[in-house]
């Protein structure tokens, strides 16, 4: 049969994760490319799960979110922005954030807008837009000491007056990089200019080693025109349970449960009476999960830079984007997806090569992506077959 796939997708292929993940396994390599723990999360939040299986909780929810979970996202939002937000009709309750993604570009922006991207972006960003019809425009992040950001002219000149939305991710999948007031104040202030909304992908909100995560939202003259998007996954390791959610306006909300209705109606009521739980009452657990994976994070940057990559140290999320030019040159491969596919095959170790997150050809190719969110055992092994690499 000939090929088919819808042309819009055509040009994306298979997600780099799943290929990765499925490479990995091919040669039995150390994972470190799909952002996922390689243990649970906590057993307060799984005995939750079951209790609300076990109380009956097993029929669809209300479409927008169940009551409980959307009054915990919104008491937490005001604590933790000073945004006071109705969680009837300003919270919507999704299938993970990479549906609330889907869900608000399909119900907010038209065919013929245009949507900024930074560069590099994770990967569903730019899928979703071409599913709206859309163009997107890109902005490039580059490292300016040590961290990486954006040229404030060339950010400018990305917004015009077809600008439907800006897609923000802070902390950032996959430089590290945690937006500073500064940074969020220009964005907020195109946005405003050019009647823009900002989509503000916060998933590691809780994953920053010391910078504070600022949301956009809370930025003057942003909560109405911002959607603020998160999930319960990375915080509580429990990417699997696929509970995320938009928190915006009336007017934006009714526009992503327009689309939300028919995507996925709902998402799963067991696991959001367990979301509803581990928000509340899930701080320490956070905590904890912070300061190991600051310890994860500078155990594993100071053996890669002693194997001979130069670090990005990053100030936030799982990941850490490592210089890959010495060591490549050592192995003889050239770019980014061919060292990844040798330190897969070869090494046994899996990392994501950052250029398939770029619309410039090139952009990012002398990197590669490592996830720390692993346990110590796994750490060790795999900087142990890193070093066979030799200098
Ligand atoms: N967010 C994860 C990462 O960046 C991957 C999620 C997925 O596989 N879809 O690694």
Not at 207 to 224: C, V
Not at 236 to 257: H, N, P, Q, Y
Not at 354 to 377: D, I, M, W
Request: with cysteine.
């Amino acid at each position: 049969m000939p090929i088919q796939t819808a042309e819009r997708f055509r040009p994306f292929g298979t997600t780099i994760f799943a290929e990765m993940s499925r490479l990995a396994a091919e040669h039995n390599a150390v994972n470190l490319s799909q952002g996922f723990p390689d243990f649970d999360g906590p057993d307060f939040v799984k005995d939750a799960a079951k209790r609300a299986i076990d109380e009956h909780q097993n029929q669809y929810a209300r479409s927008a979110g169940v009551p409980e979970l959307v009054t915990t996202i919104a008491r937490r939002f005001a604590q933790r922005t000073g945004v006071a937000v109705d969680p009837m009709s300003q919270v919507t309750a999704t299938s993970g954030c990479t549906e609330a993604i889907a869900s608000t570009l399909l119900g907010t922006v038209n065919p013929g807008d245009e949507v900024i991207l930074f560069e590099p972006y994770y990967d569903s960003y730019r899928a979703c837009v071409a599913m709206t019809g859309a163009e997107a425009r890109f902005v490039t992040l580059r490292p300016v000491n040590g961290r990486f950001t954006f040229d404030p002219e060339e950010l400018a000149r990305a917004f015009s007056s077809k600008t439907r939305a800006i897609l923000v991710n802070t902390p950032h999948n996959p430089t590290g990089t945690v937006f500073t007031r500064e940074e969020l104040d220009q964005i907020a202030e195109l946005c405003q200019r050019h009647n823009a909304i900002a989509l503000s992908d916060e998933v590691y909100e809780d994953l920053t080693y010391g910078t504070p995560h600022i949301s956009i939202a809370s930025l003057p003259g942003m909560a109405d025109r911002t959607v603020t998007l998160s999930s319960l996954g990375k915080s509580f390791s429990l990417t699997g349970w696929k509970v995320g959610w938009a928190i915006t306006s009336d007017e934006l909300s009714a526009a992503i449960r327009s689309a939300h209705q028919f995507v996925t109606f709902s998402t799963s009521t067991p696991f959001q009476h367990a979301a509803s739980v581990a928000l509340q009452i899930g701080e320490e657990y956070i905590s904890e999960l912070r300061a190991m994976y600051l310890r994860n994070r500078d155990y594993l940057g100071e053996a890669l830079a002693e194997i001979g990559f130069d670090v990005i140290v990053p100030q936030g999320t799982y990941f850490i984007l490592a210089e890959h030019s010495r060591v490549s040159e050592r192995l003889g491969v050239k770019n980014d997806v061919e060292l990844a596919i040798k330190l897969t095959s070869d090494i046994g170790v899996a990392a994501i090569p950052p250029s398939v997150f770029c619309a410039t050809e090139g952009h990012c190719s002398n990197y590669l992506r490592f996830a720390f969110c692993k346990q110590k055992a796994t750490l060790d092994e795999a900087i142990r077959r890193l070093r066979k690499i030799g200098s």
